[in-house]
């Protein structure tokens, strides 16, 4: 199918796609129209393996309007399971699950019939998403089972590498009543939003079975349904929903937000439940038909086609409405179309306090793909058309400070190469100065990093460059390398994000792509975190994010320029926000080199915030005037004395 004949298909513009359940009639829609019949496809469980498993009937959907096909089922189909059965007229038939599913059985083989106010948990109507200013933003990355599989987590054994592992807030390791995990620990950490790996029905983990695998979940099947595997019972499609806001809810409690991974730009299968019911219009292609490979798996979503665009924004929009989603972090983001961007961010605007959400990607592509009628990829270049509140990760920021990530010995500017201040200086103002071809509006469009699930972990990167063998040794020289490496992204303007426990030096023991597992080698390592050098480097984080949340200005989150940059020696880098409260001016430093260095100071009293080791909200030691000398590889910030 084509751009012109796919384009030439009917458009719906209805809100009602799915099964639309109250207790006296379930409403079944589907947008199939080049379809020529449709059945639905009734059973009594999500899988045929299941105690009590049988079928329940069939009936006909009628031709409707647009392309949709309706069938009203007149009775209570609560918890019921069902399957779409297609008839195409060139003879050809097609079973699948409705792509507007809301759950779903084991496996996601079977959508259900869901009643969304039975699926909440106690309390799910008083919760609310938190305020959160946009200076004191920062994310903290995670995978749903790697945050409490922990055997030391002191969260539930029931609980463990599931939804709920997020829902108990006090939670010590070992139950010792003194080290706090999971969201004991985030509570304190200084982070404002937790992202989540990929929570939507995804395709490599059997969910029937406690050992059915691992995967990052960057392989979607059912695009509006939890995952199963992160149920405590995968088998009951409303478990799967409760659990989910449960965690959520958990999450608002703390003060936190909560981001979404989201995977729109492919599916899993080529032959997918979205491609089954309309074959050739969902998944781009060459002339000679072989479909896309710009995401790497061969399958890549026409977001520029209509009902696709439609598809993603009514699925953005699900996410938000039913389970208060705070943000949304696009994979591989330069495969969706600008357009397609631009509508899912108009649509959350419109939902009271949708201005909050956030929205940001990955400004690549995995490969080639074909985009259509003239669209532009959403990618550094279309920041001239994208809305400046769709935000992307900097890959010039993580590089210049720590080195390449697809070349493991490569230095960057904390580790050994400091000519690579030059981008660090670009860093510090978010790039708005046009240095590589790009051009943010706003500072909060950057997503300022340097590690994400993706390659190695920062301590392992540290340790591959500077050929350490033992990742489990607290390294001093490593320690500072990690240090200096999170002062400068904490202290750059923009969105501020790191990989969960890389405050504590998270290892991976060298793999850089451990997307498939083992859990063992991706859990959070909560007796790690609590080491004593390494529970001082939280610490440090600890401080710096409180820094930047009470130094509003650092983050240029309200339109501030960039920093007055100062003229020092060598590949020492200095700054001063601009701050219109002379209460809340601070210089910034940085040293990458191995060995002490003075500096001249602004006219004034200063007192330290941080010192490369020590980081707080409180100043400390002495007073500085003209001069001072900093740490080896460190950063220091100051604060204005009145």
Known sequence: ????????????????????????????????????????????????????????????????????????????????????????????????????????????????????????????????????????????????????????????????????????????????????????????????????????????????????????????????????????????????????????????????????????????????????????????????????????????????????????????????????????????????????????????DALPGGQDILLYGEPWQGGSTNFEGGARPADKRALDVLSDRIGFFCDDTRDSIKGNVFDAGNAGYVNGAPQHGYEVLHSIGAWRGGQHGYWPRQAGQVVQYISAHDNLTLWDKLAAVGRRGDYDAPDAELLAQNRLAAGIYLTCQGLPFMQAGEEWGRTKHGDHNSYKGPLETNKLDWTRAHRPEFAALTAFYRGMLAIRRTCARIAGAYGEPQPFVLALQGWLIGFIPESPDPKDVVVVYYNPERTHQWVSLPIGSWRKLADGVHAGTNPFGPIYRDAMELPPVSVTVLRLEQ
């Open 1 to 348: 199918m084509n751009w012109q004949q796919a384009c030439e298909l009917p458009y719906y513009n209805g809100t009602d796609l799915g099964a639309n359940y109250t207790p006296a009639a379930t409403t079944f829609k589907l947008w199939a129209p080049t379809a020529s019949a449709v059945t639905v496809e009734l059973f009594a469980t999500g899988t045929d393996a299941e105690p009590n498993a049988h079928h329940l009937g069939a009936h006909h959907l009628q031709w409707e309007r647009d392309g949709v096909w309706s069938l009203t089922l007149s009775g209570d189909w609560k918890n019921t399971y069902y399957l779409y059965h297609l008839q195409f007229h060139d003879g050809r038939t097609a079973d699948a699950v409705d792509p507007y599913a809301r759950t779903a059985g084991a496996n996601g083989q079977r959508a259900m019939v869901l009643d969304l106010d039975a699926a909440a948990p106690e309390g799910w109507a008083e919760d609310k998403r938190p305020v959160i200013p946009p200076h004191a933003r920062s994310v903290w990355e995670v995978h749903v089972a790697d945050f409490s599989a922990d055997e030391h987590s002191g969260v539930p054994a029931e609980y463990r590498g599931k939804f709920m592992g997020f829902v108990p807030g006090d939670t010590t390791l070992d139950g010792d009543g003194v080290h706090p995990t999971c969201l004991n620990y985030l509570k304190d950490l200084g982070v404002s939003h937790v992202q989540l790996q990929p929570i939507f029905d995804y395709e490599t983990v059997d969910e029937s079975r406690p050992d059915g695998g691992y995967n990052w979940g960057y392989d979607p099947k059912n695009y509006n349904v939890p995952e199963g595997s992160f149920a405590t019972d995968p088998f009951h499609g409303e478990v799967r929903v409760r659990e989910c806001r449960a965690m959520v809810a958990a999450l608002h409690r703390a003060g936190l937000g909560v981001v979404m991974d989201v995977v729109y730009n492919h599916t899993y299968h080529s032959d997918s439940n979205l491609e089954r019911t309309v074959p050739g219009y969902w998944n781009r292609r060459w002339p000679n038909d072989q479909m896309t490979n710009g995401s790497g798996c061969g399958c890549d979503l026409a977001s520029e086609r209509p009902m696709v665009r439609k598809y993603i924004v009514d699925s953005i929009l699900y996410w938000a409405q039913t389970y208060h989603i705070d943000g949304f972090r696009f994979d591989l983001m330069a495969l969706e179309d600008a357009d397609t961007m631009n509508a899912i961010r108009a649509a959350l």
